[in-house]
C-alpha cells in the first residue's frame, strides 16, 4: 500500500471518528463485487463490441455513517429531513481491465489494423473517497421493515492510483512495426494518479434487522486521460478527446454495526 493511500485511509478513518465522537452517529459496514465496463482510446466510442470488450471486475470496501440512529443510546436521532434521507459513504474499491482495440478500424485487413489487433493494455485502479447518498424514502421506516427496498442516488469524489502496462504483440512500442503513427509516443506503463467523480443510483432490500443487500450502477469519471496507458493528442485525433471513465454494476452486503 503506497504512502499516499495509507494518508487518505487515516484521513478518512479520523473524520468518521472525529463525526462519531462528536455527535454519535451509528456506523455500517459492508463489501462488493461486480463487473466494470472501462471506456477509453482502446477501441471505438459508442460501439457495442468495445463496450463489451474492454471489461472487467472490481470489488471494494464500504462504511456508512447512518445520521438516523444514535449509537450510545440506541435510539433515533432527532428527526429531521437530512438525518432521515442522507447517509456518507467511504469506500476503498479497485478494479482491474485488460484492454485492446475493437471496431471497425480493427477489422479491416491492413496492417495498421494488424497493428491495433496486437495492441495490448490493462488498467489497474484503486479508489479511496467519499460520497453522499439520499435516499428518496425514510430511512427510518426501511430500517424497521424486513423485506423493504430503499432506492438511492449518490455524488461524491475519489482519489484514484492507476497502473497502466500498454505493449504490442508484434515488439518494442514506438516502432513502425508495431506502433500506428497515431500511438507514437502516446502510451504508458508508468502509472499515476488522479481524481475521480463518481455517480450512482441504485437500491437497498432489507434483509434482516441487522443486514442489507444492495445493488448499484455507477458512472466515474477521471481527470487524466492516461489511466488506460494510451493518451493521443487530442488536438490532432479529437475522437480521443475524453478523459477515461467506466461503468460499474455491482452487488454487496451491509451489516449495521450500532
Request: proline share 3%; with cysteine.
Amino acid at each position: 500500500m503506497t504512502k499516499k493511500i495509507k494518508y487518505l485511509l487515516i484521513l478518512l478513518l479520523g473524520t468518521n471518528l472525529s463525526m462519531n465522537a462528536q455527535f454519535g452517529f451509528s456506523h455500517e459496514v459492508g463489501a462488493f463485487v461486480g463487473g466494470v465496463a472501462m471506456q477509453s482510446d482502446f477501441g471505438v466510442r459508442y460501439d457495442f463490441e468495445t463496450n463489451a470488450g474492454n471489461t472487467g471486475i472490481g470489488i471494494g470496501l464500504v462504511h456508512y455513517l447512518n445520521f438516523a440512529y444514535r449509537a450510545e443510546c440506541n435510539c433515533y436521532t432527532p428527526e429531521t429531513y437530512f438525518n432521515d434521507h442522507f447517509k456518507v459513504r467511504s469506500e476503498l474499491s479497485y478494479n482491474s481491465t485488460n484492454l485492446q482495440h475493437f471496431g471497425e478500424w480493427v477489422d479491416r485487413s491492413s496492417y495498421t489494423a494488424a497493428q491495433l489487433r496486437a495492441m495490448k493494455g490493462v488498467a489497474k485502479v484503486t479508489d479511496i473517497g467519499m460520497q453522499l447518498e439520499f435516499f428518496p424514502l425514510s430511512i427510518r421506516e426501511f430500517t424497521a421493515t424486513d423485506g423493504a427496498w430503499a432506492p438511492f442516488i449518490a455524488l461524491g469524489a475519489h482519489y484514484s492510483f492507476f497502473q497502466n502496462g500498454t505493449y504490442s504483440e508484434l515488439g518494442p512500442m514506438d516502432s513502425p512495426i508495431s506502433t500506428p503513427i497515431k500511438y507514437y509516443g502516446a502510451w504508458s506503463k508508468e502509472g499515476g494518479s488522479t481524481w475521480s467523480v463518481v455517480s450512482s443510483v441504485g437500491t437497498r432490500y432489507k434483509l434482516t434487522e441487522l443486514s442489507d443487500l444492495f445493488a448499484e450502477v455507477r458512472w466515474q469519471y477521471y481527470f487524466s486521460d492516461w489511466v488506460d496507458g494510451l493518451n493521443p493528442d487530442p488536438n490532432v485525433y479529437t475522437e480521443n478527446k475524453a478523459n477515461d471513465w467506466n461503468l460499474w454494476f455491482h452487488v454487496g452486503y451491509i451489516y449495521y454495526l450500532n
